[in-house]
């Protein structure tokens, strides 16, 4: 699957791996994060080359996803927005980490090529509570001395649905403006004071990319196939850095996943000099006790295949892999944890 067709996915479902598929892989669903999709994508086609087994995924937001997933109606979710441990004992469920990666400010504006322009944390928070209106506003300014700034009016994007990419990006603006905080705080779907809603990272793409004046937030996998300008951001340290492997991997690199109850961790405003400051990670979420062994057992199988053989399509993608010691604690914890019959329903090891 080319990066193209990734660019122009449909909104709602989508289907990974498409074509003749075996009765079996066509029981193999899942559904939620756009976030994660491009990688996915990637790591479906080629594992349905690989396999004959192809995943049905629908690209419907984080959201989305945990509600099909606690429903049953799917065999998988993906989230960017961690469940908490007693949501998960009270569901049924498990989680794990399946890749990380950043959530870029972008921008469009005449003249501005990404890597331009930078913003802090506080001056983002602004933008998106409607309180910068134009583009030449002095805390701007104050940012990119000597950058001729043009007068064109803000139009902010955000995300209409239920997102974990909402949820971070919102996370860091609790964390760096008290304002926003005590305003709007985070979830995976918020009051947003202004601005024009879209589904999805495909949806804010779309938006920003042809709306003079626009300012989103998205995957940066999505920023780059669509050619979208981000900014730079100041980050925890106070240093301004752009997105980029090396400083989405120096945010991630804080994870302490051993110590994480449900494997619940938040990477937004880490520390570093290299740091990115909008980090996060895509989870998978299943049933401990699923319906449909099978279908689990040949979803495991794929998530297996993907730490094992996905690590250089995700870094082509400019995504973090999972670093081999913690996808070793999550064969420890997810084998035994996703059961039938007494036993576990496979062994990802």
Known sequence: ??????????????????????????????????????????????????????INYQSIGSGGGIKQIKANTV????????????????????????????????????????????????????????????????AIAKLNPGMKLPETAVVVVHRSDGSGTTFNFTDYLSKVSADWKGKVGENTAVEWPVGLGAKGNEGV???????????????????KQNNLVSTKMVNHDGKAVAPAMDTFSSAAANADWEHAPGFYQILTDQ??????????????????????????????KF???????????????????????VVTLIDAKVNGSIMAGGKPVYDMK
Do not use: C
Request: cysteine-free.
């Open 1 to 54: 699957m080319t990066m193209k067709l990734i660019a122009r996915a449909a909104l709602a479902a989508t289907v990974l791996g498409a074509g003749a598929a075996s009765a079996r892989a066509a029981d193999i669903s899942g559904a939620g994060s756009t976030f994660i999709y491009p990688v996915f994508a990637k790591w479906a086609d080629t594992y349905k080359k690989d396999t004959g087994t192809g």
């Open 75 to 138: 065999t998988f979710g993906a989230t960017d927005a961690p469940l908490a441990e007693k949501d998960l004992n009270d569901a049924g469920l498990v989680q794990w980490p399946m890749i990380m990666g950043g959530i870029v400010p972008v921008v469009n504006l005449d003249g501005v090529k990404a890597g331009d322009i930078t913003l802090d944390g506080p001056t983002l928070a602004k933008l998106f509570m409607g309180e910068i209106n134009t583009w030449n506003d002095p």
């Open 303 to 325: 998530f297996s295949w993907a730490f094992k053989n996905g690590t250089k399509e995700a870094e082509a993608l400019d995504y973090i892999p999972i670093p081999p010691k």
């Open 271 to 300: 520390p570093g000099a290299q740091s990115w400051p909008i980090t996060a990670s895509t989870f998978v979420v299943m049933h401990k006790e699923p319906k449909d062994a099978a279908a689990s057992a040949e979803a495991l």
């Open 205 to 223: 793409a779309q938006n920003v990319g042809n709306t003079k004046g626009a300012v989103g937030y998205v995957e940066y996998a999505y920023a």
